[in-house]
């Protein structure tokens, strides 16, 4: 059974009430169009930045303000805040993300998420940084499209058709990840749905789009195997790459690839992150990457700065990160 609880403030509502002025319309105009370009010049390096899951706006406020710092002194990347508001879970179960509730515990209040949710969002563009989000529910989109540079796909949507539908609508970057399994073959697959004219209907509306030209594959990793005998599978090294480009290829999309440095990839141990951080950076057919960090290292212990899902790096790990990224493009482009 199906219980309607409240109805939702209509987007133009919403937007009208917590409207971008004028200097950050530009802001944001700047953002998707660097993005852009950077998608086909692959001048820079792409760092998607930021918790496993935006959940206090005090916390992300002083994590993107610090980011924005070290963004400055990083010419030959390109940071990018990742402010997720929702989160899946494989069960159902979990902390949803700000969207729905403020900490871990809290009930559910949608329309008060909203409204915080796009103050985090604000916040990222007037510190200086690029806002990236989940394309998770389509109903929020609306909310949210006037602030987000980058979306990204996850995991257990891409297959999706209504979420790949919605996806090949953006005009803006947007970063498609393989399945929970980890297997390539099928992101390829939703790359190209996404890349392509797509028409579909959604609340009583049919729509039709033109196909994301932005989109492009991110590589997290996976698990495989039945319950107890589950083993983690790396989808970001050198072999795995030059496959998802020759895939890509036959495809005739973008090569543009991003590797998720979480996940799969990391064995959900965010240590890990660095080293495949400094493992991405130094192969070339890698063109951004993907990284959860936070105040504090750590998650799921309720406190401030501290992740509320997954383990993420601690800020400090991530200022190494980024200027150990930096220093090796700086090399590489002497």
């Known amino acids: 059974m199906i219980i309607k609880q409240k109805t939702l403030p209509q987007p133009e509502r919403v937007c009208a009430a ?27 390096f792409v760092a998607v930045v930021g918790p496993c899951s935006a959940d206090d706006v005090s916390a992300m406020k002083e994590y993107v303000n610090k980011l924005s710092d070290i963004a400055k002194s990083c010419p030959n990347l390109l940071v990018v805040a990742r402010v997720y508001t929702t989160k899946p879970h494989s069960n159902g179960k979990g902390y949803l993300g700000a969207c729905f509730h403020e900490r871990d515990g809290d009930e559910a209040d949608v329309a008060s998420g909203i409204v915080r949710c796009r103050r985090m969002m604000m916040d990222c563009l007037e510190a200086g940084l690029p806002v990236a989000d989940e394309l998770l529910y389509p109903d929020l989109y609306e909310y949210f499209r006037d602030l987000v540079s980058y979306w990204f796909v996850g995991a257990r949507s891409s297959e999706n058709s209504l979420m790949r539908g919605i996806a090949s609508g953006l005009d803006v970057c947007c970063g498609i990840k393989n399945g929970t399994d980890g297997e390539i073959d099928k992101a390829v697959d939703s790359v190209y749905a996404v890349s392509n004219p797509c028409v579909y209907p959604y609340a009583g509306v049919q729509f039709e789009t033109l196909g994301c030209k932005f989109a492009h594959l991110t590589l997290r990793g996976g698990i495989r195997g ?109």
């Open 18 to 44: 917590m409207p971008l002025n004028a200097e950050l319309q530009q802001t944001k105009a700047r953002f998707d169009k660097e993005l852009i370009d950077n998608f086909t010049s692959k001048k820079r």
């Open 226 to 334: 039945r319950k107890g005998e589950q083993a983690f599978v790396n989808n970001m090294d050198a072999g795995s790459v030059r496959r998802a480009k020759r895939l890509l290829a036959n495809y005739g999309l973008s090569d543009f690839v991003m590797a998720d440095l979480s996940h799969g990839n990391s064995g959900k141990v965010a240590k890990r992150q660095i080293d495949n951080a400094l493992m991405a950076v130094q192969n070339t057919d890698i063109n951004g990457v993907m990284m959860e960090s936070y105040l504090y290292e750590g998650g799921q212990s309720g406190e401030y700065g501290v992740s509320q899902t997954d383990d993420c790096l601690s800020f400090d790990d991530t200022e190494t990160v980024l200027r150990a990224l930096q220093r090796t493009l700086s090399q590489r482009n002497r």
